[in-house]
């Protein structure tokens, strides 16, 4: 049986790491100028014509690359918080960090700070990130335990949205509402290498931070005092889950927006092919998250109505759904 889980793990993670790259080939190829395979490796090694390589090197993959680092992240952590909480319903948003980055970018557009530097709005989302971090670490500090984080979690989240909505509300003008909205919906567009340089370090850096925590997170599966039991620091479990996932989401948000349900409705895709092993589940839910958030990221292109969807949007409507499917399904089998 083992075995058998060991092997459709990896065929699990080799079939969605063909599937993200497949996807990635598509989001190059598919928008405004909808290009063919050959002219897209064309214009990837320079090869094509002038246009096409700008629109393919300058445009096209760094959204791509971002895409998939971004949807990674969120996949990795969704599963990682899921483990460590040992509650099927946590993700990033759960420690706050989300909401508070949201609250730093949203500040920076109603300073009008965003106007004078394009790194103002992904810096302040990142200051708000660690501020939310280092309330958190203060917080629980004394009394890490698991519920101890998540109301502060949920206290930080809390205080975070207020602050949003108290600076939409004395927004300058509609132009500047219309900003902070645009901003919460989340979006791919238009993003630099600056912005891959920007975010990619420290997104890496929270993975770092994360590296083999695998296993404590399968020992903290049979419960806290077995996990000690077999040689597991579970304060030191606990923040380096928390701080990677401050780190890393924090990052991703602050040049991607708000985005939702990735982290939350991946981990339980991968646990239908897997089973419920916190250690397996996180490479496939890296690999699955950078695959939808790609996907998704493509149906954002397409024409519908005068306006244009936005990344959050589609994940939600997507996810929503889903998610409550995959909750029905679970109460059937638990009967």
């Known amino acids: 049986m083992i075995k058998s889980l060991q092997t459709s793990a990896w065929m699990l993670n080799l ?23 050959a002219e897209f490796f064309a214009g990837l090694f320079g090869q094509g ?40 319903l946590a993700d990033p948003g759960v420690i706050g ?29 990142m200051a708000g990130a660690f501020v939310a971090t280092a309330i958190l670490m203060f917080l629980a500090s004394r009394d890490s335990s698991v519920l101890t ?6 206290g930080i989240s809390s205080l ?11 927004a300058s003008s509609p132009m500047s509402l219309q900003d902070m909205v645009m901003w919460m919906l989340g979006s791919l567009e238009n993003r630099t ?34 996990a000690h039991t077999l040689g597991i620091d579970l304060n030191r479990l606990r923040w380096r889950v928390v701080l990677g996932t401050a780190l890393s989401v924090g990052a991703t948000v602050s040049v991607c927006g708000a985005i939702g349900f990735i982290g939350l409705m991946v981990p339980h895709f991968v646990r239908a092919f897997i089973g ?26 397409l024409p519908i109505g005068h306006g244009q969807l936005r990344l959050g949007v589609v994940t939600a409507v997507i996810g929503a759904p889903m998610f409550i499917y995959i909750i029905f399904k679970t109460r059937e089998s638990m009967r």
Not at 160 to 170: D, E, H, K, Q
């Open 160 to 170: 975070a949205t207020a602050g949003v909505s108290l600076m939409m509300n004395f």
């Open 149 to 154: 984080l998540i109301l502060a979690g949920i």
């Open 193 to 226: 290498y600056d912005d891959l340089m920007l975010a990619g370090p420290l997104i890496i850096g929270g993975w770092l931070l994360m590296v083999g925590v695998g296993q404590g997170l399968n020992a903290l599966s049979l419960g806290s005092e077995t």
């Open 97 to 125: 960090v989300s909401a508070s980055a949201g609250f730093g970018a949203v500040t920076a557009i109603y300073l009008g700070v965003a106007a004078v530097s394009a790194y103002a709005v992904p810096l302040f989302a």
């Open 15 to 37: 079939l969605l790491l063909v599937g993200m790259l497949l996807s990635g080939l598509m989001s190059g190829m598919f928008g405004q100028v909808n290009l063919s395979l």
């Open 276 to 301: 419920h092993e916190p250690k397996r589940l996180l490479l496939p839910s890296a690999l699955m998250g950078g695959l939808l958030l790609t996907l998704a990221d493509i149906l954002t292109r």
């Open 49 to 88: 014509d002038v246009g096409i390589t700008l629109i393919v090197q300058e445009l096209r993959m760094p959204r791509i690359l971002l895409g998939m680092l971004a949807g990674a992240t969120l996949g990795y952590t969704g599963a990682a918080l899921q483990g460590l909480l040992r509650n099927p």
